[in-house]
């Protein structure tokens, strides 16, 4: 009689693919909570940008948007560290860089986003505040970046 101690190797390779199989599936899942994660991290972000400018602008000089966008000679004010730009009653966007508002004292001065994993240009990255007539209004591409507020709808556009 033999006496068989041990595993053939087809019963090895077979317990081998199924312990890789099983990796795979876990890495997977991983990586799934990973993203799910950074995209969490990048709203909780955008909000706080957001309710930074949101409570900054009642109690500033900035001059809020009166018309709605797209109306003819209309204007785009621009608010950065080296001053504001535009002229004209017809203001149908503010534009408040993120470096003016570390200028404020409202945001810090390194940003990186969670799930590109760089550095925002905070020269180049700004709130955008445009004035609505409702919440309708707002294009369904732009409703996740931004959020309305009485006629103002405020999105945050991010530069690298």
């Known amino acids: 009689m033999r006496n068989n101690k041990g595993f053939t190797l087809v019963e090895l390779l077979a317990v081998i693919t199924i312990i890789a199989l099983l990796g795979i599936v876990a890495l997977e899942s991983i990586e799934s909570v990973n993203r799910g994660n ?14 930074s400018a949101i409570a ?10 009166n018309v709605i966008p797209g109306t003819a000679g209309c204007v785009t004010y621009r608010y950065t560290p080296s001053g ?3 002229s004209g009653s017809s203001i149908c966007e503010v534009r408040l860089s993120l470096s ?36 309708s209004d707002i294009p369904s591409s732009e ?12 999105e945050v556009h991010y530069a690298y």
């Open 143 to 154: 409703r996740d970046r931004g959020q309305f507020d009485g006629n103002y709808f405020y």
């Open 100 to 135: 003016f508002l570390v200028q404020e004292g409202l945001l810090e001065n390194k940003i990186e986003d969670p799930v590109a994993g760089k550095d925002l240009n905070m020269n180049n990255s700004y709130v955008s505040i445009k004035y609505l007539t409702s919440a």
């Open 38 to 51: 950074k995209e969490k991290a990048e709203k909780v972000q955008r909000e706080s940008i957001l309710e």
């Open 84 to 86: 504001t730009t535009g």
């Open 56 to 65: 900054y602008v009642p109690t500033s000089k900035v001059k809020l948007p």
